[in-house]
């Protein structure tokens, strides 16, 4: 019986041993283990567009998201390539494998970006690195709206473009500023067949 007792005792100090081991093991992953509010969940990724005009999605398909997909065959750590090809545009999007350096993905990639471009038809457009972006990239939406009436859309895209895009791209860590909405002040040179004949 003094011998059971002893065995159940010596049992419940191991055990009372091992759960303190275990609190403490906790205690100190818990505290080294890295915690962000926002995890970033995408994937590392480069994208490359190419425009293009007057080309449909089977010709945008042929002669240029093919010789790019292509050239960006083989590189290292690549995943996956997926492209759309829509018309005048060609999007191709090159997945690297998790924990790739995104810097290191854009450079592997603009090293193959000429090769590619050689491959392209002379005037079906040259293939560009898209900016770097994730699926938390986009951390703004702003909204210019006049309450007096006197400007058009026109206006405000002006000022969008030319007054607020730049100041905020030069703070850090701003990528890209993109504007939407509104109207592009154009000039156009519509020509006369007609005198353009007599003349």
């Known amino acids: 019986m003094i011998n059971l007792m002893h065995r159940l005792a010596g049992g419940r100090l191991l055990a009372a041993i091992a759960a303190l081991a275990l609190s403490i093991g906790g205690l ?6 890295p915690v962000d509010a926002f995890p970033d969940p995408s994937p590392s990724l480069v994208q490359v567009f190419t425009e293009t005009e007057g080309l449909s999605p089977e010709e945008v398909e042929r002669y240029v998201t093919y010789p790019i997909e292509t050239a960006m ?5 690549v995943e996956e390539i997926r492209s759309t090809s829509n ?8 997945y690297f494998e998790d924990g790739t350096d995104v810097y290191f993905a854009r450079q592997v990639v603009g090293e193959r970006l000429g090769e590619a471009g050689e491959a392209i038809p002379e005037g079906f457009g040259t293939p560009k690195m898209g900016p770097i972006s994730t699926g938390l990239g986009i951390i703004m939406y702003y909204r210019l709206v006049d309450e007096t009436g006197e400007r058009s859309l026109v206006e405000l895209r002006e000022i969008a473009d030319w007054m607020i895009k730049y100041p905020l791209q030069s703070v850090e860590g701003v990528t890209e500023v993109l504007s939407l909405g509104g109207f592009e002040k154009q000039y156009q040179v519509r020509l006369d067949p007609d005198q353009l004949t007599s003349y």
């Open 28 to 33: 100190f992953a818990f505290r080294s283990l």
């Open 73 to 77: 065959s083989g590189l290292p750590k």
């Open 87 to 94: 018309f005048g545009l060609s999007v191709i999007n090159i």
